[in-house]
Each structure stands twice: as C-alpha cells, then as structure tokens.
C-alpha cells in the first residue's frame, strides 16, 4: 500500500488515505466510547479508573487532531464526518450502562490493540514511502499504546 508521493510541486501527499482515515475514524469514536467508560464506570477504584479514562480519551483527541493536520498538512482531505467514521471504523461501539472496573477496561484493551495494530501498518506504509513525518507519528502513538497495555494488564491481573 502507498501512503506517500512528492507531488509535481514538491509538496508531500499520501497516495492511499484508506489507512490513515481509519485511523482517525478509530481515533473519534475511541473517544466517544471512551468518555461512555469514563462516565459509567462503576466498583472500588472508581476515582483513580475515572481518571485514568480522562487522561486516554484526551490522548485520543490530541491524535485525532494531530493525524488530521498532517494529513492535511500532505495535501489531502481528512475524513471528518461523523456518517463516515461509522461506515469505516474498526471499533464496535458499546451501549451506555454501568460498567465495572474489569469489563470497561478489557474493552479498553482491545480497543488499544486495534490501535496499536493499526498504527504499526500505517508506520511500515509510511515508512516505506519515506513518509518521516507520519511514520515518526505512528513511533510515539506504537510507544503510548504500549504502555498504557502494559498498565492495563497491570491492573487487570489477579
């Protein structure tokens, strides 16, 4: 898959967006479904949980923000509307109920490794086009996903 080109006027564009739309499509409706966590999570630990959930849906929105602008930074259109991330998004949207600790969490996991998955096809697309600046991107996000697995596994374990 070609994500990256120089265009006739030096600029930087990206070939295929499929990839990167997805991304950002993941990136909206993680943090929707996040918040619902963040809003709805129920058992002992609820303060610390609640706020662990805030502090990820906000990296959720910068990303979004940021992949956005590069992408528009390379000469090409985000996908922006609502209407389009649910036909492309690969996250399954939850329904709004109590969740405790340990389900709201598990989802939260599965959802990061979808992100984490997406993100290293985008920096190998990325990186084999020479596109430094999506593929440096996808490094930080492949970092953050790994700790926060690794913090999640943490507490989930028994």
């Known amino acids: 898959m070609n994500i990256f080109f120089i265009t006739d006027k030096g600029e930087f564009a990206m070939k295929n967006l499929d990839s990167v739309n997805q991304y950002i499509a993941n990136l909206a409706m993680l943090n929707i479904k996040t918040h619902n966590f963040h809003f709805n999570i129920v058992g002992a630990g609820f303060k610390n949980i609640h706020e662990y959930l805030e502090s990820i849906y906000n990296t959720y929105f910068d990303y979004y923000d940021a ?92």
């Open 67 to 158: 992949v956005a602008e590069l992408v528009k930074m390379q000469g090409q259109m985000p996908t922006v509307s609502v209407a389009d991330y649910l036909k492309i998004t690969a996250i399954k949207e939850v329904p709004a109920k109590e969740y405790p600790i340990a389900e709201a969490l598990e989802e939260v996991r599965k959802d990061m490794e979808i992100m984490r998955d997406a993100a290293v096809a985008i920096r190998k697309s990325a990186d084999e086009e020479d596109n430094f600046l999506l593929a440096n991107m996808m490094e930080d996000h492949l970092a953050y996903y790994a700790k926060q697995l690794w913090f999640i596994k943490a507490t989930l374990a028994k």
